[in-house]
Nanobody, 115 residues
């Protein structure tokens, strides 16, 4: 019933910006956190940015000062604003919601940073 759909990925030059969106459909009665993860071949999926239900945020050290996570409650959408992108930011980005019963994941959106 619950579905997360990421969008906004694509090809961008180093130093550029992208905004990822994660639209949540269905009902999540209560969640602990929402977040963005990324994964590249040969590496584990890592947390990029997290947003707790109390509004607190946390970021991976590698993206602090460049990425911002936010949420639009009316649209049931979580965003990841990515600025000053670097080639090492290239990855598949996944939206995640941690709820009481289980976690929910999107299918991912590709972000490629290259000149």
């Amino acid at each position: 019933q619950v579905q997360l759909v990421e969008s906004g990925g694509g090809l961008v030059q180093p130093g550029g910006s992208l905004r990822l969106s994660c639209a949540v459909s269905g009902s999540i009665f209560r969640f602990f956190s929402m977040g963005w993860y990324r994964q590249v071949p040969g590496k584990q999926r890592e947390l990029v940015a997290g947003l707790s239900s109390d509004g607190s945020t946390n970021y991976a050290d590698s993206v602090k000062g460049r990425f911002t996570i936010s949420r639009d409650n009316a649209k049931n959408t979580v965003y990841l604003q990515m600025n000053s992108l670097k080639p090492e930011d290239t990855a598949v980005y996944y939206c995640n919601v941690k709820a009481i019963i289980r976690d929910y994941w999107g299918q991912g959106t590709q972000v490629t940073v290259s000149s």
